[in-house]
């Protein structure tokens, strides 16, 4: 299982911080700390998008171009989290976030059909 906190109200120009807890262990019988962890978001009326995602032992990251060079995923294996630091927010940057975890190997993909659990997602607010 997965859950994603940390969402809240700033204003533009500001940081803030999500985390992703993951638990328990996948279909295959593997703890999640074996998985990549991506995030995605999702804006009212628009389609879920890919933002960040950092691989098993947080070497390979990848982000979207429009979080490039302001957002940063890292992972704690000890604590099995995950976490998004946001910076320079923007109001386009509005959305829930969720974090996911594919049921496979999968390093780093951008698509949501490659990814099997969910987070409950967390409301990021950004004013401006």
């Known amino acids: 299982q997965l859950q994603a906190s940390g969402g809240g109200l700033v204003q533009a120009g500001g940081s803030l911080s999500l985390s992703c807890v993951a638990s328990?262990?996948?279909?295959?019988?593997?703890?999640?700390?074996?998985?990549?962890v991506a995030w995605f978001r999702q804006a009212a009326g628009k389609e879920r998008e890919f933002v960040a995602a950092i691989s098993p032992s947080g070497g390979q990251t990848g982000y979207s171009d429009s979080v490039q060079g302001r957002f940063t995923t890292s992972r704690d294996t000890a604590k099995n989290t995950v976490s998004l630091q946001m910076n320079s927010l923007k109001p386009e940057d509005t959305a829930i976030y969720y974090c996911a975890a594919p049921d496979s190997n999968l390093l780093i993909s951008t698509r949501t059909v490659d990814y099997d659990y969910w987070g409950q997602g967390t409301l990021v607010t950004v004013s401006s």
């Open positions: 328990g262990r996948t279909t295959r019988g593997l703890p999640f700390v074996n998985y990549t």
